[in-house]
């Protein structure tokens, strides 16, 4: 990665012979100017970007002149006091002097003698003249004295000197050593034509004949592999290793030879691929001989005579692809697009620029960590190339292309790099080009397209408006802590916000202040501007105080409004789009007009905000009222524009604001209606730009009317009251009613189309379900108006479902239609989530499934959920005006078979996807179809009433936290109606079915029985009682004039009810009383009312709490003892209680005490709790100790065994239920047999104690009697066996010694 740093930093060698030639003054001050710009670039604190590594630059030591000394500098010599200046200067003179005499002092290496001269040099010559490790002054005095050694000693002793100091060195330290040779070794030092020895048996031919070297070693030398490398570099390694461990004290490291731990490491990797660098050193020293043939052609230009071998690393071929590891995991590499990369792809060549000479040379691509470093270049080229491909990265990620191929989530390694914090520093950068790209990084990592194009498929359904909130989940805490976390967040640093919640992090660095800049001064360009107004968009979804930031940010909306919303663009000329543009300022966006939309339906001030103060509503007006076939842009473009306008004007009706454009765009909107009347077809699928806009107009009128109906009945309330101030009624019914004819025809048409239409498409559906809304809207709130003929308005319905309805409920179409109903479930599909991917500070809502390959199921584009809603919504409301209507074709509606496979799966299976934003298309299609149930069953003979009644039990803990009132709806018309008990009207057949009489005697049988038919006559009452403890008595349907908000808070996503809410009232009372805050004045009603409830479930309807664990349903149910000290001794509840738990251990084999239950953090503790409370106020109530029995069986932990038997031992003097009212064969209790040697003990000393005895303790007794004999028969060598063998001896109750040693076992029953 250095070597490609450093490529890019410095590029290509400029040609000298082009340059004008300067001298060294000028050059000097070149150079000084050039190193202080250097210093004055910006620096990135490393505690965010992490270590930056870059190229050794550090000059090689070049081989000194011959002339000079081994001290590096002349030695100084006295000058001729006779020579004197004639001509030539006396320095020069004295030069020549010394030259005619003879070498000088300094070139002689010895003055010793000639004999030891020559054995000097023939040491030198197997040695090498000059230490590869030392440096200084001293170190050729140092390797003198080794090489005379050395030469004294044999290739024998050489060579275990060598392995003695292989052994006691640091394997670190002799790859430094020997690394360092090597490096000199290149650079020059050595001198070439000193021929070593190639084998340590050179030294000594004595030994030749034994000693062996491994020759076969690799290139690179592993660490720790061995201390001998190639044969060359034997001799000269054990001789610098040598000097420098012999002279350890006398040498002094330069500077320059000194490595950083980076670069230790760096060489460590490159020794592991010894068969690589072999081949590419082959590689290089071919092409350096080449060079060195033609050095004099080299000569020509300025420093290519030096062969520079690191730098022919560059021109070398690729090295050869190796194969993939099998099963082990390899780094991901991406091409600029963001594509991820095969192992080895032949297919790529080098002009592509994907391969580099960083770490795996021969594969292209580029990995995560090479793309940040890339990110951090010098170079802008660099750093834009850099961003935008980590841009491609993130955007292919987040649609799940890289779900199944990356073992941890893209996106969460991205986050712990501080990714964030890369982007916010390089936007601070003023050039066009950096902010460009680093903007559309930010945009593709905060913003989710996806999930975007799904939530804009929404708009123009029912309740299509309502935003989502992309709160984190886990920083959303109780209003009580806010202040306190606002305090700790305050203490905390920015990346460590950003590692919670990256929004909010990202408020923290005053992105949004940057982003305003951006827009107001820079002007960037059109995608710049696009992308900006998307991460805006992001960030107000994130939460209110997200919204705040961005509107109060000093003219941000202002600026938005003015160049990007403008009132007046007549002036457009042109017809591409604003991506293609040069500049978008004055061009109206639809991104713009989206980020107000998502603002509007934060609050309602907000949205008051845009209507009075920014009048964004006369734009939104030109915007519906131009042509797009006048305007200067697309048609496409023109159309996307008036959907948005739409759609924000619409959410601004939602809270009655703007109501009287609607009067002023009357014109307008008459005109579309016939337009789409005569031109669109529901048939058409190639019309989706149609099908959209004719919803859009349709979805409008829906909220017309609503905002009407608000404000004339808040008007009628406060006449009757005389309050002085009355609500202004700015739409009237007169207003709307001209649009009742082309509505009526639109919708008859389209109904037509769809029955006979070759392809169902979405978009199609859509606006058929639009239409049907807004006639279902008309016809429930006008029908009761002055002046609204009632007959004619039947007439009219009559008329629809003869020529429209009917023939589309008997058509093949809605066969189709309803076959797809399963596939597009959300509730019943079990793909998964993919939300997944998602790292916990950057939520979304996981509109693509994992894998990449589909949409969330209930917007894919079959769907028909939205369509079915719209119909039920439709039928019931002109069924409660016209009940005389062809009922059976409604009941044909929801009797459908694929209708009602749906249905029973429903309220058979475990729903999934809950938390899901989309689930609310099929929660709201759900309880359409409840209602109209509720309307025709009165008069129906409806057979399958029991499967819509178990879904609706199911469907309440499904429902959102912020839908209440839809839940409330559901409880009162279908939950708690006796209607939909219709199929129950035979209690004892129902008992039958459930088989609880085979457990009970016959007097019992008939208490259940009655207290089943009590139960189910007094629905309504429980229905008040569930009322008040859910806390729906002051729930109600927001009113327009009322709303505060169309985003769904804090609690969007989360669910109302828990799926366990039957037990709710029981655990109100638990919790109130584990907090000392106990109110006995209605607890008894309350827990019967909540008792009787759960045993008319259990009873008839056991499916749906099939649904729930057994094991759960047992703790609640256990906690009514809990609740107060006497609740379990009232007779009623005393009976409910014995039938719900024989009704439970009717499923004793599915109970395990060890599993995860919501509320609870550990059972034994809630079972400490019972059996203490049992010990205390149980007064020995057989009942209550068959509570606590049931987790004593032998198969679950012996942990509450031995909470029984020895902490809380005192129980058993009171436990007094027999065995013949266990809920569970005894055979239960038995087996196994128990080998725990502390309660075996515990056992014999309660029974010999007396402590357990038959007598109080029947189940108990014989539970401890049976374990301790059983034990000591089957297994009498053991220890322990002999131990209880020997203190039952020692016990004076001869008839307990009898049981025990004469003991059999029962037989199974």
């Known amino acids: 990665m250095n070597q490609f740093l450093y490529f890019f930093i410095v590029g290509k060698p400029q040609d000298a012979s082009c340059k004008k030639p300067r001298s060294k003054f000028a050059s000097s001050r070149a150079e000084s100017r050039s190193s202080k710009k250097g210093n004055t670039r910006n620096v990135v604190g490393p505690d965010v970007l992490g270590e930056i590594k870059e190229k050794n630059m550090t000059p090689k030591f070049a081989p000194p002149p011959s002339a000079l000394s081994q001290q590096g500098f002349p030695q100084p010599f006295e000058r001729d006091e006779k020579i004197v200046a004639k001509g030539k200067s006396i320095f020069a003179q004295q030069i020549e002097k010394m030259k005619a005499s003879g070498p000088s002092k300094e070139m002689i290496l010895d003055t010793h003698e000639p004999h030891q001269q020559a054995d000097i040099e023939n040491a030198n010559h197997r040695f090498g003249d000059r230490s590869l490790i030392l440096t200084g002054p001293d170190a050729a005095t140092i390797h003198q004295e080794n090489v005379e050694r050395l030469s004294k000693m044999s290739a024998e002793e050489i060579l275990q000197e060598q392995q003695k100091l292989a052994s006691e060195l640091d394997t670190k330290l002799l790859l430094f050593i020997r690394s360092r040779r090597k490096g000199k070794e290149r650079s020059g030092m050595v001198d070439q034509t000193v021929k070593r020895p190639s084998d340590i048996s050179e030294l000594n031919p004595e030994v030749s004949s034994y000693v062996k070297m491994d020759t076969d070693l690799p290139c690179g030398n592993e660490p720790g592999v061995s201390l001998m490398g190639d044969g060359e570099d034997l001799p000269l390694q054990c001789v610098d290793i040598t000097s420098a461990i012999q002279s350890e004290d006398r040498v002094q490291v330069s500077a320059v030879a000194v490595e950083s731990e980076n670069e230790k490491q760096t060489q460590s990797k490159s020794l592991e691929n010894n068969n690589t660098s072999c081949q590419v050193d082959v590689e290089i020293g071919s092409v350096a001989v080449d060079l060195a043939a033609k050095s004099i052609e080299a000569n020509r230009w300025l420093h290519m005579d030096i062969i520079e071998h690191e730098k022919l690393h560059w021109i070398g071929d690729i090295p050869p692809a190796t194969a993939a590891p099998a099963d082990a995991p390899y780094s991901a590499r991406f091409d600029f697009q963001g594509f991820l990369l095969p192992f080895a792809d032949d297919k790529v060549n080098v002009t592509q620029a994907l391969h580099h000479h960083g770490e795996e040379p021969e594969r292209p691509g580029y990995t995560l960590q090479e793309l940040l470093k890339l990110s951090r270049s010098s170079l802008q080229q660099q750093r834009v190339l850099a961003l935008t491909t980590l841009a491609n990265i993130l955007d292919k990620t987040k649609a799940g292309y890289y779900d199944e191929c990356i073992l941890t989530p893209l996106l969460n390694q991205l986050m712990d790099s501080d990714l964030y914090l890369l982007f916010r520093f390089s936007l601070d950068d003023n050039t066009e080009t950096m902010v460009s790209a680093t903007l559309l990084a930010l945009r593709n990592l905060l913003w989710n397209h996806p999930d975007e194009l799904c939530l804009d498929c929404l708009l123009g359904l029912w309740n299509g408006q309502r935003q989502p909130s992309l709160m984190v989940t886990n920083v959303v805490m109780k209003p009580s802590d806010k202040a306190e976390q606002e305090e700790e967040e305050a203490e905390l640093k920015d990346h460590q916000i950003l590692r919670m919640d990256m929004v909010k992090g990202a408020l923290r660095t005053d992105l949004i202040l940057r982003l305003r800049y951006i827009l107001e001064v820079l002007h960037p360009g059109p995608k710049a501007v696009i992308n900006v107004l998307e991460i805006l968009t992001r960030i107000v979804r994130h939460s209110h105080d997200s919204a705040l930031a961005v509107t109060c940010c000093p003219r941000l909306v202002s600026v938005i409004i003015t160049n990007f919303v403008p009132r007046d663009w007549r002036g457009l000329v042109g017809s591409c789009k604003p991506m293609e543009m040069s500049s978008v300022y004055g061009i109206p966006l639809v991104e713009a007009l989206k980020l107000l939309r998502v603002i509007a339906s934060c609050t309602r001030s907000m949205a008051s905000d845009l209507v009075h103060k920014y009048g964004v509503m006369d734009s939104v007006v030109s915007y519906i009222s131009i042509d797009p076939r006048e305007c200067g842009l697309p048609q496409q473009e023109a159309v996307r524009l008036s959907l948005e306008s739409f759609y924000l004007w619409e959410t601004l009706l939602a809270y009655n604001f703007a109501s009287k454009h609607f009067i002023d765009l009357y014109p307008v909107l008459m005109r579309l209606l016939q337009f789409h009347l005569s031109a669109t077809s529901a048939s058409d699928s190639s019309s989706k730009f149609g099908h959209e806009h004719g919803a859009a107009v349709m979805s409008l009128l829906k909220e017309a009317m609503l905002a009407s109906d608000t404000q004339m009945k808040r008007s009628a309330e406060q006449t009757v009251a005389n309050i002085a101030q009355r609500a202004v009624v700015t739409i009237y019914y007169e207003h709307l009613s001209g649009f009742n004819q082309f509505l009526h025809l639109c919708l008859k048409k389209w109904m037509n189309q769809l029955a006979r ?505 014989r539970v401890a009697l049976h374990h301790v004999a059983t034990f000591i028969a089957e297994q009498p060598d053991t220890l322990i066996a002999q131990q209880l063998s020997s203190r039952i001896q020692q016990l004076g109750n001869k008839e307990l010694q009898n049981k025990l040693f004469t003991y059999s076992k029962p037989e199974e029953s």
């Open 757 to 1261: 239409a070759e392809d169902v498409t979405f978009s199609a559906l859509k606006l058929v379900a639009a239409t049907l809304n807004s006639s279902a809207v008309r016809y429930s709130i006008f029908h009761s108006q002055p002046g609204v003929n009632i007959v004619s308005l039947l007439e009219e319905i009559e008329d629809l479902m003869n020529s429209a309805l009917q023939p589309l409920l008997y058509s093949s179409n809605f066969k189709l239609i309803c076959s797809r109903i399963k596939s597009s479930s959300c509730l019943l599909s079990k793909k998964r989530s993919g939300r997944d991917r998602d790292p916990p500070s950057l939520p979304s809502l996981g509109a693509v499934l994992w894998g990449g390959r589909e949409v969330i199921p209930s917007i894919n584009p079959t769907s028909p959920l939205a369509f079915l809603q719209a119909l039920a919504h439709f039928l019931a409301s002109v069924c409660s005006l016209h009940r005389g209507i062809h009922l059976q074709s409604i009941q044909n509606f929801l009797d459908n078979p694929h209708i009602l496979e749906y249905i029973a799966e429903l309220g058979n299976h475990k729903l999934q996807s809950v938390d899901s934003w989309f689930t609310r298309v099929e929660t709201t299609m759900l309880a359409d179809m409840l209602k109209l149930l509720k309307v025709v069953l009165p008069a129906t003979n409806f057979q399958h009433v029991g499967l819509f009644h178990s879904m609706a039990l199911r469907l309440v803990a499904v429902i959102p936290a912020d839908e209440k009132h839809l839940a409330k709806e559901i409880f009162s018309y279908a939950v708690f109606n006796t209607d939909f008990f219709s199929d129950c009207s035979d209690v004892a057949y129902s008992l039958e079915a459930l088989k609880l009489t085979d457990m009970a005697s016959e007097q019992e049988k008939v208490s259940v029985h009655t207290l089943l038919e009590k139960a189910t006559s007094k629905i309504p009452n429980l229905w008040n009682c569930y009322q008040t403890s859910l806390h729906l008595d002051a729930v109600s349907k927001p009113c327009p004039l009322d709303i505060s908000s169309q985003t769904a808070g804090e609690n969007g996503l989360t669910q109302g009810f828990p799926s366990d809410w039957p037990y709710l009232p029981i655990l109100m009372l638990y919790n109130q009383a584990l907090s000392g805050k106990t109110d006995n004045s209605n607890n008894t009603e309350r827990v019967v009312s909540s008792l009787q409830w759960l045993l008319i479930v259990e009873c008839l309807r056991p499916q749906t709490m099939a649904t729930l664990s057994v094991t759960a349903r047992f703790c609640r149910l256990s906690t009514v003892f809990l609740a107060g000290s006497d609740l379990f001794l009232e007779p009623v509840v005393h009976h409910h209680l014995e039938v719900l738990l024989r009704i439970l251990l009717r499923s004793n084999s599915l109970l395990d005490f060890s599993e995860k239950i919501s509320g609870i953090t550990s059972f034994y503790d809630l079972y400490t709790q019972l059996v203490e409370q049992f010990t205390a106020v149980s007064y020995g109530d057989e009942l209550f100790g068959h509570f606590v029995l049931v987790p004593l069986q032998q198969r679950h932990s012996p942990s509450y065994r031995k909470l029984v038997w020895s902490e809380h031992a005192a129980i058993l003097r009171v436990l007094r239920t027999p065995p013949q009212k266990l809920g569970v064969p005894f055979q239960a209790y038995l087996e196994p047999c128990e080998t725990d040697p502390s309660l075996l003990m515990c056992y014999l000393r309660g029974l010999g104690t007396g402590q357990v005895r038959d007598v109080w303790c029947p189940v108990l007794y």
